[in-house]
């Protein structure tokens, strides 16, 4: 039985104003202090640098912590191949001083796209082998963040990287860091590595049938791993697009995946989940998935002028979703 309360978040724009042409980080901080005024459980940033540009999502989150007070902080997705994998130890161990323990780090091996495959060769990173890479680096930050501690090793040795006196690193506001999400699809490999080594588990599956049985799974193999049926939270990364003309939300939508993918809205849901219409509508789709047993949603707003949705998606679509929470924390297995 889950017993933890659902959360739900809201995705900064920050790859929304690099469409627009902008990088200003004001409007992206008052976009965050009106989030946790109006109620939301989280605040989000991507990351990427070449593929799908936008301002560094450490660096962002570091300035959102600062300008709130409740409200968590996290990466959805962060991809740490991108950054040599001390420096990206360090820039979290910073960050964590910062937001303290409303931190998250949501964690990507890298979208299987060309372009992401370029961004990897521009920074000099290896594409090839990139899952086994991201599960290394995630083993080196904690080795790291755990140096200073007694009796822990102040040394790594992996397959990909080698590094000595960790414990010369700074420590994470919490002990031990953040807790680190896998960003994955629902294929056996993915719920295995989300069962044993992730606190967390965050797709974007576009079925919800889908999404319940590998939650089910994931819960199943974590406690024959001895962490436990509860170990790692079930999130789901949903994209909505909020108007009551139904076909102007599909329209809009379908500008926005233009413009942030370079795909169809019709290519891109078959892999990614989506929603149009009236807040109603999609409260409606995605407490499909709260009844599955995702218990921390972090959505992002499909439209390139996010800001006059917020509004509308916290009054409506906020306590519509919540409302199913204790009824799911009650029954769900």
């Known amino acids: 039985m889950s017993t933890e309360p659902l959360r739900i978040g809201i995705l900064l724009p920050t790859r929304e104003q690099a469409i627009n042409g902008s ?16 109620g939301f459980d989280s605040l989000w940033a991507g ?44 820039m979290v161990a910073s960050l964590s001083h910062v937001a303290a323990d409303r931190l998250i780090l949501g964690l990507g091996s890298g979208f299987p796209m060309p372009e992401t495959e370029e961004e990897f060769a521009s920074v000099g990173a290896s594409f090839q082998g990139r899952v086994g890479r991201l599960d290394e680096i995630t083993g ?12 822990e090793p102040g040394d790594f040795q992996g397959r990909f990287w080698q590094a000595e006196r960790l414990d010369r690193l700074p420590s994470p506001a919490v002990a031990g860091g953040p807790p680190l999400w896998l960003a994955g699809s629902d294929t056996p490999k993915v719920l295995a590595r989300a069962a044993t ?67 169809s809205l019709d290519q891109m849901r078959a892999i990614q989940a989506y ?3 009236s807040a109603e509508k999609c409260a409606e789709w995605l407490g499909e998935y709260v009844r599955a047993g995702a218990r921390h949603l972090v959505v992002r707003i499909g439209s390139l002028d996010p800001a006059p949705q917020l509004k509308e998606i916290a009054e409506v679509l906020l306590p519509a979703v919540r409302a199913l929470g204790p009824t799911v924390g009650s029954t769900q297995s």
């Open 23 to 38: 990088y200003a980080a004001a409007p992206l901080l008052d976009f965050a202090r009106q989030a946790e005024a109006l």
């Open 47 to 90: 990351d990427s640098l070449t593929a799908r540009p936008r301002l560094d999502p450490l660096v962002v989150l570091s300035a959102a912590a600062a300008a709130t007070e409740r409200i968590a902080v996290g990466t959805a997705a962060l991809t740490p191949a991108l950054r040599h994998p001390l420096i990206g130890a360090n």
């Open 140 to 151: 080196l930050w904690r080795t790291a963040w755990r140096s200073g501690e007694e009796g």
């Open 197 to 263: 080594r992730y606190d967390g588990w965050l797709p974007f599956l576009p079925d919800v049938e889908a999404y319940g049985r590998a939650r089910r799974r994931i819960a199943e193999l974590a406690e024959e791993a001895g962490r436990g049926a509860g170990a790692v939270t079930p999130a789901l990364y949903a994209t909505v697009t909020v108007n009551s003309d139904e076909s102007a939300a599909r329209a809009e939508l379908e500008h926005y995946i233009s413009h942030y993918y370079g795909r």
């Open 275 to 277: 929603a149009w219409g």
